[in-house]
Protein backbone atom coordinates (compact mmCIF):
# COMPACT_ATOMS: atom_id res chain seq x y z
CA UNK A 1 0.00 0.00 0.00
CA UNK A 2 3.22 2.34 0.92
CA UNK A 3 4.64 1.85 -2.28
CA UNK A 4 1.78 2.57 -4.77
CA UNK A 5 1.19 5.83 -2.51
CA UNK A 6 4.43 6.73 -3.58
CA UNK A 7 4.04 5.81 -6.87
CA UNK A 8 1.49 8.10 -6.61
CA UNK A 9 2.78 10.88 -5.33
CA UNK A 10 5.90 11.00 -7.69
CA UNK A 11 3.79 10.47 -10.39
CA UNK A 12 1.97 14.13 -9.25
CA UNK A 13 5.32 15.74 -8.20
CA UNK A 14 6.55 14.64 -12.09
CA UNK A 15 3.22 15.54 -13.82
CA UNK A 16 3.23 19.41 -12.14
CA UNK A 17 6.44 20.68 -13.85
CA UNK A 18 7.85 23.92 -13.03
CA UNK A 19 9.19 23.73 -16.82
CA UNK A 20 5.02 24.76 -16.90
CA UNK A 21 5.27 28.10 -15.32
CA UNK A 22 8.62 28.95 -17.66
CA UNK A 23 6.74 28.14 -20.10
CA UNK A 24 3.46 30.26 -19.42
CA UNK A 25 6.59 32.70 -18.92
CA UNK A 26 7.68 32.70 -22.43
CA UNK A 27 4.37 32.27 -23.87
CA UNK A 28 3.51 35.73 -22.53
CA UNK A 29 7.24 37.26 -23.19
CA UNK A 30 7.06 36.36 -26.99
CA UNK A 31 3.13 37.75 -27.61
CA UNK A 32 3.46 41.19 -25.77
CA UNK A 33 6.86 41.70 -28.16
CA UNK A 34 4.74 43.30 -30.88
CA UNK A 35 2.96 45.31 -28.60
CA UNK A 36 6.37 46.69 -27.07
CA UNK A 37 7.46 47.18 -30.87
CA UNK A 38 4.37 49.09 -31.58
CA UNK A 39 4.80 51.58 -29.07
CA UNK A 40 7.85 52.60 -30.28
CA UNK A 41 6.90 53.16 -33.99
CA UNK A 42 3.35 54.52 -33.48
CA UNK A 43 2.21 57.83 -32.60
CA UNK A 44 0.37 57.02 -30.21
CA UNK A 45 -0.25 59.07 -26.59
CA UNK A 46 0.64 57.76 -23.04
CA UNK A 47 -2.61 56.58 -21.94
CA UNK A 48 -2.97 54.38 -25.24
CA UNK A 49 0.76 52.91 -25.30
CA UNK A 50 -0.88 51.61 -21.31
CA UNK A 51 -3.94 50.28 -22.55
CA UNK A 52 -1.61 48.73 -25.62
CA UNK A 53 0.62 47.09 -23.17
CA UNK A 54 -1.29 46.57 -19.91
CA UNK A 55 -4.71 44.77 -21.58
CA UNK A 56 -2.83 42.16 -24.09
CA UNK A 57 -0.10 41.60 -21.26
CA UNK A 58 -2.84 40.67 -19.01
CA UNK A 59 -5.06 38.71 -21.12
CA UNK A 60 -2.38 36.80 -22.23
CA UNK A 61 -1.28 35.65 -18.66
CA UNK A 62 -5.24 34.59 -17.75
CA UNK A 63 -5.19 32.59 -21.09
CA UNK A 64 -2.62 30.77 -20.31
CA UNK A 65 -3.94 29.36 -16.86
CA UNK A 66 -7.41 29.05 -17.60
CA UNK A 67 -6.73 25.53 -17.62
CA UNK A 68 -4.58 23.68 -15.88
CA UNK A 69 -2.89 22.18 -18.87
CA UNK A 70 -1.35 25.37 -20.18
CA UNK A 71 0.38 23.62 -22.85
CA UNK A 72 -3.16 23.63 -24.54
CA UNK A 73 -3.70 26.72 -23.48
CA UNK A 74 -0.87 27.91 -25.76
CA UNK A 75 -1.49 25.39 -28.71
CA UNK A 76 -5.21 27.14 -28.26
CA UNK A 77 -3.71 30.32 -29.07
CA UNK A 78 -2.45 29.44 -31.99
CA UNK A 79 -4.64 32.44 -33.80
CA UNK A 80 -3.00 35.19 -31.53
CA UNK A 81 0.57 33.47 -32.08
CA UNK A 82 -0.03 34.13 -36.00
CA UNK A 83 -1.26 37.64 -35.74
CA UNK A 84 2.37 38.39 -33.63
CA UNK A 85 4.65 36.58 -36.71
CA UNK A 86 2.43 38.24 -39.06
CA UNK A 87 2.52 41.86 -37.16
CA UNK A 88 6.57 41.49 -36.69
CA UNK A 89 7.48 40.16 -40.45
CA UNK A 90 5.53 43.45 -41.25
CA UNK A 91 7.37 45.96 -38.91
CA UNK A 92 10.80 44.57 -40.33
CA UNK A 93 9.19 45.04 -44.05
CA UNK A 94 7.43 48.53 -43.70
CA UNK A 95 8.58 49.91 -40.51
CA UNK A 96 5.61 50.58 -38.71
CA UNK A 97 1.58 50.16 -38.81
CA UNK A 98 -0.50 47.71 -37.72
CA UNK A 99 -1.70 44.46 -40.25
CA UNK A 100 -4.19 45.96 -42.15
CA UNK A 101 -7.66 44.73 -44.22
CA UNK A 102 -5.56 44.85 -47.43
CA UNK A 103 -2.67 43.07 -46.07
CA UNK A 104 -4.60 40.53 -45.29
CA UNK A 105 -6.79 40.11 -48.31
CA UNK A 106 -3.10 40.75 -50.46
CA UNK A 107 -1.87 37.09 -48.37
CA UNK A 108 -5.68 35.11 -49.46
CA UNK A 109 -5.11 36.50 -53.16
CA UNK A 110 -1.53 36.36 -53.87
CA UNK A 111 -0.20 33.33 -56.00
CA UNK A 112 2.33 31.17 -54.58
CA UNK A 113 5.11 32.17 -56.46
CA UNK A 114 5.12 35.95 -55.87
CA UNK A 115 4.76 35.46 -52.25
CA UNK A 116 7.30 32.71 -51.98
CA UNK A 117 9.69 35.24 -53.95
CA UNK A 118 8.25 38.04 -51.25
CA UNK A 119 9.38 35.88 -48.26
CA UNK A 120 12.67 34.74 -49.70
CA UNK A 121 13.67 38.25 -49.39
CA UNK A 122 12.74 39.15 -45.89
CA UNK A 123 14.22 36.16 -45.00
CA UNK A 124 15.72 38.08 -41.49
CA UNK A 125 11.94 38.34 -39.78
CA UNK A 126 10.82 35.11 -40.99
CA UNK A 127 13.61 33.09 -39.47
CA UNK A 128 13.37 35.63 -36.16
CA UNK A 129 9.38 34.75 -36.06
CA UNK A 130 9.89 31.03 -36.58
CA UNK A 131 13.02 31.03 -33.82
CA UNK A 132 10.53 32.69 -31.11
CA UNK A 133 7.37 31.19 -31.75
CA UNK A 134 8.16 27.62 -33.59
CA UNK A 135 9.94 26.65 -29.83
CA UNK A 136 6.94 28.09 -28.05
CA UNK A 137 4.68 25.68 -29.83
CA UNK A 138 7.01 22.55 -29.59
CA UNK A 139 7.49 22.97 -25.86
CA UNK A 140 3.73 22.97 -25.03
CA UNK A 141 3.12 20.13 -27.40
CA UNK A 142 5.68 18.30 -25.16
CA UNK A 143 4.06 19.62 -22.13
CA UNK A 144 0.78 18.27 -23.69
CA UNK A 145 2.35 14.83 -24.71
CA UNK A 146 3.64 14.51 -21.41
CA UNK A 147 -0.05 15.74 -19.01
CA UNK A 148 2.51 18.31 -17.57
CA UNK A 149 0.17 20.78 -15.38
CA UNK A 150 0.58 23.90 -13.60
CA UNK A 151 0.55 24.19 -9.91
CA UNK A 152 -2.97 25.76 -8.45
CA UNK A 153 -0.71 28.25 -6.14
CA UNK A 154 1.38 29.25 -9.44
CA UNK A 155 -1.99 29.41 -11.55
CA UNK A 156 -4.05 31.40 -9.22
CA UNK A 157 -1.27 34.15 -8.95
CA UNK A 158 -0.78 34.16 -12.82
CA UNK A 159 -4.22 34.53 -13.52
CA UNK A 160 -4.95 37.28 -10.43
CA UNK A 161 -1.89 39.59 -11.80
CA UNK A 162 -3.06 39.19 -15.22
CA UNK A 163 -6.75 40.36 -14.05
CA UNK A 164 -4.93 43.02 -12.29
CA UNK A 165 -3.14 44.09 -15.47
CA UNK A 166 -5.90 43.87 -17.98
CA UNK A 167 -8.29 45.89 -14.97
CA UNK A 168 -5.32 48.83 -15.23
CA UNK A 169 -5.48 48.70 -18.92
CA UNK A 170 -8.81 49.19 -19.12
CA UNK A 171 -8.80 51.90 -16.60
CA UNK A 172 -6.09 53.48 -19.46
CA UNK A 173 -8.87 53.31 -22.08
CA UNK A 174 -11.04 56.36 -21.15
CA UNK A 175 -7.55 58.87 -20.50
CA UNK A 176 -6.89 57.65 -23.96
CA UNK A 177 -10.23 57.99 -25.58
CA UNK A 178 -10.41 61.63 -24.41
CA UNK A 179 -7.00 62.47 -25.82
CA UNK A 180 -7.99 60.63 -29.36
CA UNK A 181 -9.36 62.21 -32.19
CA UNK A 182 -10.66 59.20 -33.77
CA UNK A 183 -12.59 57.95 -30.44
CA UNK A 184 -11.66 54.71 -31.35
CA UNK A 185 -8.65 53.79 -29.45
CA UNK A 186 -9.52 50.06 -28.15
CA UNK A 187 -10.52 49.12 -32.12
CA UNK A 188 -7.45 51.23 -33.93
CA UNK A 189 -4.45 51.25 -31.13
CA UNK A 190 -4.69 47.92 -29.58
CA UNK A 191 -2.76 44.83 -30.87
CA UNK A 192 -4.38 42.11 -31.41
CA UNK A 193 -8.07 43.97 -31.04
CA UNK A 194 -7.37 45.99 -33.92
CA UNK A 195 -5.47 43.18 -36.00
CA UNK A 196 -8.67 40.93 -35.40
CA UNK A 197 -11.06 43.58 -36.32
CA UNK A 198 -9.74 44.00 -40.05
CA UNK A 199 -9.68 40.29 -40.08
CA UNK A 200 -13.48 40.60 -39.76
CA UNK A 201 -13.36 43.05 -42.17
CA UNK A 202 -11.93 41.20 -44.52
CA UNK A 203 -14.07 38.55 -44.51
CA UNK A 204 -16.86 40.87 -45.39
CA UNK A 205 -14.74 42.11 -48.32
CA UNK A 206 -14.63 38.23 -49.60
CA UNK A 207 -18.30 37.46 -48.64
CA UNK A 208 -19.37 40.67 -50.97
CA UNK A 209 -16.74 39.47 -53.89
CA UNK A 210 -18.34 35.80 -53.97
CA UNK A 211 -21.95 37.30 -54.60
CA UNK A 212 -20.90 39.93 -57.04
CA UNK A 213 -22.65 37.65 -60.04
CA UNK A 214 -25.68 37.68 -58.35
CA UNK A 215 -25.70 41.41 -56.52
CA UNK A 216 -24.37 42.81 -60.33
CA UNK A 217 -26.63 40.52 -62.48
CA UNK A 218 -29.12 43.45 -63.30
CA UNK A 219 -26.77 46.32 -64.07
CA UNK A 220 -26.57 47.96 -67.34
CA UNK A 221 -24.36 50.85 -68.93
CA UNK A 222 -27.00 50.97 -71.85
CA UNK A 223 -24.10 51.59 -73.72
CA UNK A 224 -24.55 52.62 -77.65
CA UNK A 225 -22.04 53.90 -79.97
CA UNK A 226 -22.99 56.69 -81.95
CA UNK A 227 -19.75 57.64 -83.59
CA UNK A 228 -17.87 55.44 -86.41
CA UNK A 229 -14.46 55.55 -87.17
CA UNK A 230 -13.24 54.61 -90.46
CA UNK A 231 -11.52 51.27 -90.60
CA UNK A 232 -10.83 49.04 -88.08
CA UNK A 233 -10.66 50.14 -84.43
CA UNK A 234 -8.34 48.52 -81.47
CA UNK A 235 -8.00 50.04 -78.05
CA UNK A 236 -5.30 49.07 -75.86
CA UNK A 237 -6.02 49.51 -71.91
CA UNK A 238 -2.46 49.13 -70.34
CA UNK A 239 -2.63 48.38 -66.32
CA UNK A 240 0.84 48.92 -65.67
CA UNK A 241 0.35 47.77 -61.72
CA UNK A 242 3.02 48.52 -59.80
CA UNK A 243 4.78 50.72 -61.69
CA UNK A 244 5.30 54.47 -60.03
CA UNK A 245 4.91 58.17 -61.85
CA UNK A 246 8.04 58.67 -59.80
CA UNK A 247 10.29 56.37 -61.80
CA UNK A 248 9.14 57.70 -65.16
CA UNK A 249 11.39 59.58 -67.61
CA UNK A 250 8.38 61.00 -68.71
CA UNK A 251 7.68 62.53 -65.28
CA UNK A 252 11.57 64.20 -64.81
CA UNK A 253 13.03 61.04 -63.23
CA UNK A 254 17.20 61.40 -64.12
CA UNK A 255 17.16 57.90 -65.55
CA UNK A 256 16.10 57.47 -68.98
CA UNK A 257 13.34 54.55 -67.83
CA UNK A 258 10.69 55.16 -71.25
CA UNK A 259 13.08 56.70 -74.00
CA UNK A 260 10.50 55.49 -77.02
CA UNK A 261 7.39 57.19 -75.28
CA UNK A 262 9.69 60.66 -74.67
CA UNK A 263 10.46 60.66 -78.52
CA UNK A 264 6.41 60.63 -79.52
CA UNK A 265 5.22 63.91 -80.02
CA UNK A 266 1.42 62.78 -79.62
CA UNK A 267 1.75 61.59 -75.99
CA UNK A 268 -0.63 63.20 -73.39
CA UNK A 269 0.83 62.99 -70.15
CA UNK A 270 -1.34 63.37 -67.31
CA UNK A 271 0.14 64.79 -64.14
CA UNK A 272 -2.58 65.52 -61.51
CA UNK A 273 -3.51 61.80 -61.32
CA UNK A 274 -3.48 60.12 -57.85
CA UNK A 275 -4.16 55.99 -57.66
CA UNK A 276 -6.91 55.39 -54.98
CA UNK A 277 -4.90 52.55 -53.53
CA UNK A 278 -1.07 51.19 -52.90
CA UNK A 279 -3.28 47.43 -53.51
CA UNK A 280 -3.69 45.33 -56.14
CA UNK A 281 -6.97 44.04 -54.85
CA UNK A 282 -8.54 47.32 -54.02
CA UNK A 283 -6.75 49.76 -56.92
CA UNK A 284 -7.15 47.65 -60.07
CA UNK A 285 -11.01 46.80 -59.75
CA UNK A 286 -11.03 50.58 -59.36
CA UNK A 287 -9.53 50.96 -62.42
CA UNK A 288 -11.56 48.43 -64.00
CA UNK A 289 -14.76 50.06 -62.95
CA UNK A 290 -16.49 53.56 -63.00
CA UNK A 291 -15.96 53.30 -59.02
CA UNK A 292 -14.19 55.15 -57.11
CA UNK A 293 -13.27 54.71 -53.52
CA UNK A 294 -15.80 57.41 -52.02
CA UNK A 295 -18.68 54.46 -52.89
CA UNK A 296 -16.69 51.71 -52.42
CA UNK A 297 -19.85 49.10 -51.85
CA UNK A 298 -20.78 50.55 -55.60
CA UNK A 299 -17.69 48.39 -57.06
CA UNK A 300 -20.02 44.80 -55.72
CA UNK A 301 -22.99 46.04 -57.81
CA UNK A 302 -21.87 47.61 -61.14
CA UNK A 303 -20.31 45.74 -64.14
CA UNK A 304 -16.52 46.72 -65.42
CA UNK A 305 -15.17 48.46 -68.14
CA UNK A 306 -15.21 45.27 -70.57
CA UNK A 307 -18.73 44.37 -69.93
CA UNK A 308 -19.23 48.75 -71.26
CA UNK A 309 -17.45 47.96 -74.66
CA UNK A 310 -19.56 44.39 -75.08
CA UNK A 311 -22.97 46.65 -74.88
CA UNK A 312 -21.08 49.34 -76.93
CA UNK A 313 -20.71 46.26 -79.72
CA UNK A 314 -16.84 45.64 -79.30
CA UNK A 315 -15.22 42.22 -78.76
CA UNK A 316 -13.55 42.36 -75.45
CA UNK A 317 -10.27 40.44 -74.53
CA UNK A 318 -8.90 40.36 -71.10
CA UNK A 319 -4.79 39.18 -70.90
CA UNK A 320 -3.27 39.38 -68.02
CA UNK A 321 0.69 38.25 -66.98
CA UNK A 322 -0.59 37.48 -63.50
CA UNK A 323 -2.29 34.48 -61.96
CA UNK A 324 -6.38 34.05 -61.15
CA UNK A 325 -6.20 35.74 -57.46
CA UNK A 326 -9.84 34.76 -56.49
CA UNK A 327 -10.83 38.02 -56.16
CA UNK A 328 -12.59 40.80 -57.89
CA UNK A 329 -10.40 41.57 -60.16
CA UNK A 330 -10.81 38.17 -61.62
CA UNK A 331 -14.65 39.11 -61.87
CA UNK A 332 -14.35 42.07 -63.38
CA UNK A 333 -11.59 40.40 -65.96
CA UNK A 334 -14.41 37.94 -66.85
CA UNK A 335 -16.52 40.33 -67.84
CA UNK A 336 -14.64 40.76 -71.00
CA UNK A 337 -15.55 37.93 -74.12
CA UNK A 338 -12.40 36.48 -73.97
CA UNK A 339 -9.82 36.23 -70.85
CA UNK A 340 -6.31 34.95 -71.20
CA UNK A 341 -3.80 34.22 -68.32
CA UNK A 342 -0.29 33.99 -69.36
CA UNK A 343 2.45 31.45 -68.13
CA UNK A 344 6.09 31.61 -67.21
CA UNK A 345 8.07 33.59 -67.60
CA UNK A 346 5.25 35.75 -67.55
CA UNK A 347 7.70 38.90 -69.31
CA UNK A 348 5.32 41.79 -70.16
CA UNK A 349 6.21 41.73 -73.59
CA UNK A 350 4.40 38.21 -73.83
CA UNK A 351 1.42 40.38 -74.07
CA UNK A 352 2.24 42.04 -76.61
CA UNK A 353 2.98 39.48 -78.52
CA UNK A 354 -0.32 37.80 -77.35
CA UNK A 355 -2.15 40.40 -78.65
CA UNK A 356 -0.63 40.97 -82.46
CA UNK A 357 -1.75 37.19 -82.48
CA UNK A 358 -5.08 38.25 -81.52
CA UNK A 359 -4.99 41.00 -83.90
CA UNK A 360 -3.83 38.92 -87.00
CA UNK A 361 -6.15 35.88 -86.34
CA UNK A 362 -9.52 38.30 -85.31
CA UNK A 363 -11.73 39.81 -88.14
CA UNK A 364 -13.78 41.79 -85.41
CA UNK A 365 -13.46 45.36 -86.49
CA UNK A 366 -13.54 47.16 -82.75
CA UNK A 367 -11.49 45.40 -80.59
CA UNK A 368 -10.65 46.46 -77.08
CA UNK A 369 -7.63 45.15 -75.46
CA UNK A 370 -6.75 45.18 -71.64
CA UNK A 371 -3.40 44.22 -70.72
CA UNK A 372 -2.59 43.58 -66.69
CA UNK A 373 0.78 43.55 -66.42
CA UNK A 374 3.21 41.87 -63.90
CA UNK A 375 6.58 43.71 -64.86
CA UNK A 376 6.97 46.27 -61.49
CA UNK A 377 6.53 43.16 -59.33
CA UNK A 378 8.91 41.98 -56.76
CA UNK A 379 11.28 40.34 -57.53
CA UNK A 380 11.90 42.77 -60.05
CA UNK A 381 14.85 41.19 -61.36
CA UNK A 382 13.01 38.18 -62.76
CA UNK A 383 10.36 40.16 -64.20
CA UNK A 384 12.62 41.10 -67.47
CA UNK A 385 14.97 39.20 -70.11
CA UNK A 386 18.61 39.51 -69.14
CA UNK A 387 18.73 41.92 -72.49
CA UNK A 388 16.73 44.39 -70.81
CA UNK A 389 19.58 44.53 -68.05
CA UNK A 390 20.14 48.17 -68.08
CA UNK A 391 21.04 49.30 -64.65
CA UNK A 392 23.77 46.77 -62.99
CA UNK A 393 24.07 45.01 -60.62
CA UNK A 394 20.54 44.28 -59.89
CA UNK A 395 20.95 40.39 -58.69
CA UNK A 396 18.21 39.13 -56.02
CA UNK A 397 19.44 40.85 -52.29
CA UNK A 398 16.84 40.67 -49.14
CA UNK A 399 15.06 43.93 -48.70
CA UNK A 400 16.76 46.30 -46.60
CA UNK A 401 18.06 49.93 -46.93
CA UNK A 402 21.52 49.03 -47.37
CA UNK A 403 20.73 47.28 -50.47
CA UNK A 404 18.13 49.71 -51.88
CA UNK A 405 20.59 51.08 -54.93
CA UNK A 406 20.25 47.23 -56.58
CA UNK A 407 16.62 47.15 -55.70
CA UNK A 408 16.34 50.51 -57.66
CA UNK A 409 18.35 49.23 -60.45
CA UNK A 410 16.34 46.24 -60.87
CA UNK A 411 12.90 47.99 -60.52
CA UNK A 412 14.27 50.91 -63.03
Request: proline share 5%.
Given at each position: MSDKLDRELRRRMKTRSRFTTLLVLYFCAALILPNCILANTEHYGWWSVEALILMPLGFYMMWSVALRRSGVMIWLAFPFIFFCAFQIVLLYLFGNSIVATDMFTNVLTTNPGEAGELLSNIYPSVLFVCALYVPLLWLAAREIAHR?????TTRLTTGLTGAALFALGTLALWP?????????????????????????????????????ERTSADFTYAAERTAEAPGREIYVYIIGEASRA??????????????????????????????????????VPLILSSVDTHEHEELY???????????????????????PQGAMIDHLAHDARHVEYLG????DEQLLDSMKRIVASCTAPKLLFILH???????????????????LPDDDVAISEQNIERIRNAYD
Open positions: RYISRAYRASDTRHVLRDEVFPVNVIYNVGLCASEFRKTSRFMNWQLYGYERPTTPRLAELDDVVLFRDVLTQSNTTHKSRRRGLPALFNEAGFETWFLSNQAAPRFCYGSHFSYHQRYPRRFARY
